[in-house]
Every structure is written in C-alpha cells, then in structure tokens.
C-alpha cells in the first residue's frame, strides 16, 4: 500500500457518493447505459431501505455485481471490436497517470483495480476511459446515443488483504459468471493478459 495518500476527500454525483484518495488504490466498477434499468434500481433501493444502515453498501454492491453478470442489456463489450478498444484505454496511461493492477471487460461492465498517480485523480481517470470509447464505439455501425452509464461505483483499498480479495474477484469474474472455464481463458481480462505477457517474453 503507498505511504503517499494525499488529500483523501468524499464528492457526490447523483446518489452514489464517491471517495478520491490521492494514492489509495481503487476499485471501479463502469457500466453500459442500459445494463440496469431504473425499475431495477427502484426495487432494491426498496429492499435495502429494510436493512441496516452498516449493511447498506455492501449488500448493494453484492447484488448489483450478480445483476450485470446476468448480462442485461445490449451487451456492447461482447462484440471483441468494442472490448478491444476498451481493454487498449485501459492499458494506454498505465505507468503514467495510474497502476492498472487488474482488470475485467464483462460483456455490459468493466471492473478495474488501479491506483492513482497524482496530480490524476478517480474521476478524471474513468471520464477519460469513458469519454473515448464511447466516442469509439459509436463509430461502429448500428451504434448511437448514450454509451456509458453516467455514473461509477468505486471502493477504497482499506489494506493488503482487501487488495488481494479484490484482485482475485476482478480475475475470477468471467468464470463466475459462466463465461469461461477459467480465469485466463478470458481474453479481455488482466489474467490472460498477463498470460500472454510471460509468452511473449519467453
């Protein structure tokens, strides 16, 4: 974990609250604009509203992250064209405006582990992942209007087990969700990236 944490701070954009944390590493989760409809939205805000306010954010995350490994919506980031250019954003500031510690492209959202390089913070980093893909995307036939959903879900890393546990689930997405047999078979993923990385040395 850095020492150099900067100037940690919470900002708000729309109901999801956000934490940028100078040097601690972040885990984000960006997804399609049509990956999870608003009467979704409204049934669980409905549901947590029942529980306990110090279960709130965790239960939310556990069944958001259930509800896009479904693969509701259009799916964009299926289509290998879209997922590449997604994954080369992904990979193109790396060393330079953040640590990219790992990385997953479902088929209608991407989760990423990085850490931030200051003076960049979380929200200049996803808004510049964002704002060129889906500039990128929409060149492609058939493709128009909102690409990205607005808004972001991001994690402070609160240690090293937290960052290993993280690590391990962004990986393991793809095979949990029933798209692959194992983590490396997914091509669009840190795991097989790194996989392909050790051959190309060899």
């Known amino acids: 974990m850095p020492e150099d944490i900067g100037e940690p701070k919470w900002r708000h954009r729309g109901y999801i609250p956000h934490f940028d944390g100078g040097s601690i590493p972040q885990s984000i989760v960006f997804r399609l604009a049509d990956s999870l409809p608003a009467w979704r939205v409204q049934a669980l805000e409905e549901e947590l509203a029942r529980l306990p306010k110090d279960k709130v954010a965790r239960e939310r995350r556990r069944q958001l992250d259930a509800y896009f490994d479904q693969g509701a919506g259009s799916c964009w980031l299926s289509d290998s064209r879209v997922a590449s250019l997604v994954q080369n954003a992904l990979l193109k500031f790396d060393g330079e405006r953040y640590h990219l510690h790992a990385w997953v492209i479902m088929p209608n959202h991407v989760h990423a582990l990085f850490t931030p390089i200051q003076p960049a913070v979380v929200g200049q980093i996803i808004h510049g992942w964002k704002s060129y893909t889906a500039s990128m995307a929409n060149r492609l036939p058939h ?60």
């Open 143 to 202: 493709r128009s209007g909102p690409f990205w959903q607005v808004d972001y879900f991001d994690r402070a890393i609160r240690n090293d087990r937290h960052f290993q546990a993280v690590h391990a689930y962004i990986e393991a997405n793809p095979t949990k969700a029933g798209l692959c047999s194992g983590d490396q078979e997914w091509s669009w993923s840190s795991a097989a990236h790194s996989v392909a990385l050790e051959r190309s040395l060899e």
